[in-house]
């Protein structure tokens, strides 16, 4: 009888109870644009509505950083206006190749924020194209599968140039380097530092310039560590949307009363300064 007169005061049955498919999907989207996009993607599972709320473009568009379009369009070479918000999201999260694949550009997924990787094949280096000097190997640790080991040189100096677009905020430049020849022995990650000399002689030199006038320098010993150590340059900061910054950055040992060697060198990353070292 209850359920025969629920809708004069009597109580609900249970298939006129409210669900969460009842909730309109405008405001299940005006919900979700407030959460991280790990956590979008969780309610998204949870049915149809939550779902189709997921894919709303004003959603995701509070994900991208302002440079997007820059991005779609340099990196992904496609147009903006052809892609959804969402789908932008995504495969700007992956790594993507740029200049000939010797640079990579990628959206952390939690936070949005764009980072930066340099292969040592977009860099001048000098001797690089000398096997008296250096050595290009493959390797699995890298994200471009190679990198540049140098057995001895006098004059150590390695140079880049970077021009792209910024979101604002503060980013740190690093170089990627290990002492040492790493290689798998029996499966297992070993590293030859027979050749390693010269670095504790003098210093090396980081520089940093970009073309809003921000400097920055460090120098620091290079030491012997059982795996890739990230040796920081510098930060800098964009205040601006929508800024092409041109950016040049250098490490150099150049001091020619003693020779050095046995470095590997991977790459350049760049990321938000506020990121720990996960890369």
Known sequence: MGAAFSGFGGE???????????????????????????EICKLASLNRT????????????????????????????????LLSKKLIYSKLC??????????????????GKMCICISYKALRITGIDDRRYWN??????????????LQQIWWFEVVGELEFEFSP??????????????SKRF??????????????????????????????????????????VYY???????????THIKMKFSMTQIDCTHTKGGVCLDSVFIWPTQFKLQF
């Open 94 to 111: 992956r790594p993507n190749c740029f200049d000939g694949g010797t640079k990579q550009v990628w959206l952390d997924k939690s936070s």
């Open 232 to 242: 920081k340059v510098g930060d800098f900061t964009v205040d601006n949307k929508k």
């Open 136 to 149: 290009h190997l493959s390797s699995e640790e890298s994200r471009f599968q190679t990198i540049a080991y």
């Open 169 to 182: 905020g503060t980013y740190s430049f690093f170089f990627r380097i290990q002492l040492g020849k790493p």
């Open 12 to 38: 609900l049955s249970s298939s006129d109870q409210p669900s969460l498919g009842d909730v309109p999907e405008s405001c299940i989207s005006s919900i979700l644009m407030y959460l991280d996009p790990p």
């Open 187 to 228: 499966g297992r990650r070993v590293c030859n530092n027979e050749q390693v000399h010269g670095w504790n002689i003098k210093p090396v030199r980081f520089q940093l310039s970009a073309s809003n006038g921000q400097r920055a320098s460090s120098e620091c010993y290079l030491h012997e560590q059982p795996d890739w």
């Open 50 to 81: 939550f779902h189709a709320a997921s894919l709303a473009d004003f959603v995701w568009e509070t994900k991208l950083p302002c440079n997007y379009k820059f991005l779609v369009q340099k990196v992904l070479q496609q147009s903006p206006q």
